[in-house]
């Protein structure tokens, strides 16, 4: 399988707790992006990524989010502390120059 | 950031009816717009897209209707089938870069 590919598909954590998930973003693809979906809403930019260098960040990501992704090829985003309202689907796109974004299965986030 | 907005919320077709989803957008420098298909559990599929030099484009059953004065495009669904149901988001880009994507709309095709 060629397409996104994420890790973990499902993650339920306590309150407080640290969660990191992974994206695997389709070969040669510069652009990667991680959005968040809250249920029966669309897909909420969060940040993006041009090969390994961090372009934008959306006013959604609080100082509890980090993205990284080194060497420009996966990517990490790791949640701090987490709350009951990060309860949320996390979505990783990747995407060539000026093209249309492909998304991962995403990873479904529960904390408890 | 409402920047485009779509409607129905939900949607209820006969088997080989019409589906038609309608969506509008703010940003003029927008110049690219994807719909995308999504099912329970899944993530968004890219069903098909278009740009603003273009007042329509047709994939199969699948039509988009682009209106660039009213900022204003369509999805229609020919000959709706029950495997069409799935949520369908629009979406809107400059460049490929950073979609906005709208609150999406719950089609159902009963059988």
Known sequence: ?????????????????????????????????????????????????????????????????SAERPKGSFSTLEIQRTEQGDSAMYLCASSPFGSEAFFGQGTRLTVV | QQQVKQSPQSLIVQKGGISIINCAYENTAFDYFPWYQQFPGKG????????????????GRFTISFNKSAKQFSLHIMDSQPGDSATYFCAASKEGFKTIFGAGTRLFVKA
Request: aromatic share 10%; glycine share 4%; hydrophobic share 30%.
């Open chain 1, 1 to 65: 399988d060629t397409g996104v590919s994420q890790d973990p598909r499902h993650k339920i954590t306590k309150r407080g707790q640290n969660v990191t998930f992974r994206c695997d973003p389709i070969s040669e693809h510069n652009r990667l992006y991680w959005y968040r979906q809250t249920l029966g809403q669309g897909p909420e930019f969060l940040t993006y990524f041009q090969n390994e260098a961090q372009l934008e960040k959306s006013r959604l990501l609080s100082d509890r989010f």
């Open chain 2, 44 to 59: 968004p599929a890219l069903l098909i897209a278009i740009r603003p030099d273009v007042s329509e484009k047709k994939e």
